[in-house]
């Protein structure tokens, strides 16, 4: 009954209920700008709520975390351009959908299923918090190694028709990831001397760059095409498509919940590997993936927003953030005199039905408020060209500029927007680029981790794959992948599998 209590305490009190709201809002719109971070707006929200009571300060955080990981998704459908790397995949089949005039359909899709993927996250949260932060914590550094290499795998997912152009396109984001101060050794790799390089190149501008000024610059040779109308008749799903798409929804939903309880990965990661599955277990798409499948926009949608009740079981449970922005939560509830971790369920269980109650609370504003000014945010796309191109190049310039308010980066979006341009121009693929950035840190981290618990023997290594359950997994389920790439198995394999798709 307690327990019942704590969870409708932020549902009951007006003021509780009206921080959420406005937590919610302001995140959304947060998200939705490029540049502007969750992790950024949740920080500065720390400074003006430590002297607020507790509860105050955790509804408006807690709306503003829901709201922005959702908000990344607009600007994603309509531009083209991820207002968060958790978006990234969510515009390869979100923006062609806009560009058939069917922005309103997608925005309202996906803002159901994020909510189906959030109820998703919190109700793992409220019922196996314990268990899977018993999970995540015997991840390995050599476990976390292989979940990047598993990440990186899905180069295959977003090559469109040749692999070796997305291989090649990856393998360079994983250079790009590289540039800076080793983590461990803090020597120079790839700087040349330069100190601006010592802090690496901002993937946030990277990817700016390669989705927001290559599409500018790509639409400036269609300037004589008509605008597209779009249909907004429709913005709440069709009952029988939300059926239809609702068993891919909560897979992928479990995926976001499991890659986002593990420490150090996110809805990034989540999104790409919902993607990922969805492409691999649709067999008949309505659309080809890429070109504008439902599948390909709901997929990373539910998995990205069921990542956030992934992210708060290690830092309720274990006191470990699951992502940067809940580090920052946990610096929060330090200010606050509360102590995250096992100690917290025992001594102050109130807080944790607390978050629950106020994260599903933020959830059910995410569902008003993102089916709420679609035909508002869907005349962005109907916008003479002459008018939208320097839109973009200026959310992309300003976007750029609040990373870290340095010039450099605006440097570095634009020299990325124009590589990004020719590689459109010679069909090469631009998501295998932000993978390999975002991978790169968590694959060569725990590869160097890995390598110096076994003393430096690649062998050992590899023969203490074979000594956890969780690693032998991982370990098959890349070799699995890769043995699908092969001819044998498109020739002989497959056939016998799939006769129908044969």
């Given amino acids: 009954m307690d327990a019942l209590n704590y969870f409708a305490m932020s549902w009951l009190s007006p003021e509780l209920l009206a921080l959420t709201a406005l937590g919610t809002f302001l995140g959304i719109y947060v998200g939705a700008i490029p540049g502007l971070s969750v992790t950024m707006a949740v920080s500065i929200l720390i400074s003006f709520t430590f002297s607020w009571d507790v509860n105050n300060a955790l509804c408006l955080m807690v709306g503003v975390y829901m709201g922005g990981v959702y908000g990344g998704s607009r600007t994603a459908i309509l531009l083209n351009i991820p207002g968060a790397p958790s978006a990234i995949a969510t515009a390869l089949d979100g ?135 779009q249909k907004i008749s429709r913005i709440i799903p069709r009952l029988s498509d939300v059926k239809k798409y609702l068993p891919l929804s909560v897979r992928t939903s479990f995926i976001g919940v499991i890659v986002g309880a593990l420490p150090g990965t996110g809805g990034d990661i989540a999104a790409l590997m919902a993607y990922d599955h969805a492409k691999r277990s649709t067999k008949e798409p309505d659309v080809e993936f890429g070109k504008g499948a439902k599948e390909g926009l709901i997929a990373p949608e539910s998995a990205n927003n069921a990542a956030v009740g992934g992210a708060y079981i290690p830092m309720l449970t274990l006191g470990i953030p699951g992502d940067a922005v809940t580090a920052v939560f946990i610096g929060a509830l330090f200010i606050h005199g509360l102590n995250p971790g096992p100690l917290l369920m025992v001594e102050q269980p109130h807080m944790f039905w607390f978050t629950v109650g106020n994260l599903t609370l933020a959830n059910i504003f995410i569902l008003i408020f993102g089916l709420t000014g679609i035909k508002l945010f869907s005349k962005i796309v109907e916008c003479p060209k002459g008018i939208l191109i320097p839109l973009i190049f200026l959310l992309s310039i300003v976007g750029a500029y609040a990373i870290n308010n340095a010039i450099t980066d605006i440097w570095w979006m634009l020299a990325f927007g124009v590589f990004g341009y020719f590689m459109r121009l010679y069909g090469f693929p631009v998501g295998p680029v932000i993978l390999g950035v975002i991978l790169s840190s968590l694959t060569d981290e725990n590869w160097r981790r890995a390598i110096l618990t076994e003393r430096g023997s690649v062998i050992d290594l590899f023969v203490h794959l074979f000594t956890s359950p969780l690693s032998i997994v991982l370990f098959m389920t890349i070799v699995l992948i890769l043995f699908t790439k092969t001819p044998l198995w498109s020739k002989v394999v497959k056939p016998k599998l799939f006769p129908n798709d044969a």
């Fill in 95 to 229: 923006y062609p959908l806009a560009k058939k005039g069917l922005a309103g359909e997608a925005i309202g899709l996906s803002t159901v299923m994020s909510v189906v993927g959030g109820f998703i996250g919190i109700l793992v949260l409220a019922l196996a918090a314990p268990s899977i932060a018993d999970f995540a914590i015997t991840f390995q550094p050599r476990d976390y190694m292989m979940l990047g290499i598993l990440g990186i795998m899905l180069v295959g997912s977003l090559s469109g028709s040749s692999l070796a152009k997305g291989i090649f396109a990856g393998a360079f984001g994983l250079l790009i990831g590289t540039v800076g101060l080793d983590p461990m050794t803090a020597d120079e790799r790839f700087t040349f001397g330069i100190i601006e390089l010592w802090d690496g190149i901002n993937p946030v501008a990277v990817m700016i760059g390669l989705f927001g000024i290559s599409e500018a610059l790509h639409q400036l040779q269609h300037m004589d095409k008509a605008v597209i109308k």
